[in-house]
C-alpha cells in the first residue's frame, strides 16, 4: 500500500459503473499501483467498476455530496467544496459533463490543481451541435487553473474552438491498451459453431451506440454462413433483442452480455462493427484493431483516424447510410482473405501508435506537472 507522502489524487465522477473513462481509470491506477493515492466520488453511488482496482492500490470511496434540484446552484457547489477541503487532495480530477460542477466550484472556491476530461458526448449531442448552456458553462469551468485533457483530436477541437480553451491548457492524449492482451486470446464460449463468419460488437447497450442500426444493417446481409455477436448490458438491450427477433435473426445474432474480458470476446469476432450515433477515439476500436481485426464503422469522432489509413476509407460508412453498412459487412464476410489483409493492418498500425506505456508516460506528466502547481 503507499505511504500517506504518495499525492493524492480525488476523482469525481458522474458514475463509476464500468465505461471508457472508468476503464481508463483503472489501466492508470493499476499501472501505477503506490506511486498515487486515490479517493473516488461517484455522484450516483455507482461504484462497480472499483472492483477492477490491484490490491497493491491505494484508494478510498468517499460519500458524495448531497445535491438538492438544481444542479448548479451556489449550495451545491459550496457542499462539493466542502468535500474538497475535507480530502486535501494534490490535484482533482473531474471527467465529463456528469461531473462538471466540480470544475466550476474548484473555479470559484479556488480548492487545487484541477484536470477535466472530456470523452465525448450523449445522444442529445450525438447530432454534433453543441447545446449552448453547456457550451457557456464548459466555458466558464474550465477557463483559470483548469486543464482540459481529451483523447480525440476532434474533441481536442471543439475544445479550443467552441469551449475556447487556451492551447496551453488543453493536452490531446490517445487511449491505449494493452496490446499484449488482444494478440492470442482464448475465446469465450461460442452460441454459434466455427464454421460461421463472425460480425461482432462490444459496448455499453445504450441509446447513442444505436445497436438498432447494426441489427437492420444485418439483417440485409446476404451470407447465410454470417453471424452477429453482441457483447455488453445496458438499459437498450431488452429493446434490441425484442427488435432482433422481430428482424428475424433468432437464429443468426446472439446476445452475450457484459465481460470483464473484452480480449476474449475479440478473439470470437471475424469483424468488428461499431454502428454509433457518436464517438470520439472509442477502446472496443482499439481493441479490435490490436485483435487484428478489419473494423467497419460509421463516420464519428476520430474512428476514421483511428484505422489503418490505406483501408480506412473503405471500412468506414456515414451514419445514415445504412445499405452502405450492409454493403460493408458483406463484403468483408464473403473474403476472408481482404479480412486478413485489413486486420494486419490494423494491428501493425495500432501497435506503431495506441500502446499503453506512450498513454501512461503522458499521464504521469500531467499529474506531476499540476502537482507542482500547488
Request: hydrophobic share 45%.
Amino acid at each position: 500500500m503507499a505511504t500517506n507522502s504518495a499525492p493524492l489524487l480525488l476523482h469525481a465522477f458522474s458514475t463509476f459503473a464500468m465505461g471508457g473513462p472508468q476503464r481508463r481509470f483503472l489501466q492508470i491506477a493499476n499501472a501505477f499501483g503506490p506511486r498515487y493515492r486515490h479517493a473516488l466520488v461517484a455522484m450516483d453511488g455507482n461504484t462497480a467498476a472499483a472492483a477492477g482496482l490491484n490490491s497493491d492500490v491505494d484508494f478510498q470511496v468517499i460519500p458524495a455530496p448531497t445535491q438538492k434540484s438544481g444542479g448548479l446552484s451556489l449550495g451545491n457547489l459550496s457542499r462539493i467544496a466542502g468535500v474538497v477541503r475535507q480530502q486535501r487532495p494534490d490535484l482533482l480530477l473531474s471527467y465529463n459533463w456528469g461531473a462538471i460542477e466540480w470544475a466550476l466550484s474548484n473555479r470559484l472556491f479556488r480548492l487545487a490543481p484541477q484536470i477535466h476530461s472530456e470523452d465525448g458526448f450523449g445522444p442529445e449531442e450525438a447530432n454534433g451541435r453543441q447545446i449552448p448552456r453547456r457550451v457557456w458553462t464548459r466555458r466558464l469551468a474550465l477557463a483559470g487553473r483548469c486543464d482540459l485533457l481529451v483523447p480525440s483530436r476532434t474533441l481536442e477541437t471543439i475544445a479550443r474552438t467552441v469551449w475556447r480553451i487556451p492551447s496551453r491548457r488543453c493536452h490531446f492524449v490517445p487511449n491505449g491498451i494493452e496490446l499484449e492482451r488482444f494478440a492470442d486470446a482464448e475465446p469465450l464460449p461460442m452460441p454459434f459453431g466455427d464454421q460461421h463468419t463472425v460480425i461482432g460488437t462490444i459496448g455499453m447497450l445504450r441509446a447513442e451506440k444505436n445497436i438498432s442500426r447494426l441489427l437492420r444493417a444485418f439483417a440485409a446481409v446476404q451470407d447465410d454462413a454470417a453471424r452477429l455477436l453482441i457483447v455488453g448490458d445496458g438499459p437498450a438491450r431488452a429493446g434490441l433483442e425484442l427488435e432482433a427477433a422481430q428482424l428475424g435473426l433468432s437464429e443468426r445474432a446472439a446476445f452475450l452480455g457484459h465481460t470483464d474480458a473484452p480480449e476474449r470476446a475479440q478473439a470470437c469476432f471475424d469483424i468488428f462493427a461499431l454502428s454509433s450515433d457518436t464517438e470520439q477515439m472509442p477502446y472496443s476500436v482499439i481493441e479490435a484493431m490490436a485483435a487484428g481485426l478489419p473494423v467497419v464503422a460509421t463516420d464519428v469522432g476520430d474512428v476514421r483516424q483511428m484505422l489503418a489509413s490505406d483501408y480506412a476509407d473503405n471500412c468506414v460508412v456515414a451514419k445514415t447510410d445504412e445499405a452502405g453498412l450492409t454493403a460493408k459487412l458483406e463484403w468483408l464476410a464473403t473474403d476472408p482473405d481482404v479480412c486478413a489483409e485489413i486486420g494486419e493492418a490494423n494491428r501493425d498500425h495500432v501497435q506503431a501508435t495506441y500502446s499503453i506505456e506512450t498513454m501512461l508516460d503522458s499521464y504521469d506528466r500531467l499529474f506531476q506537472a499540476r502537482i507542482k502547481d500547488r
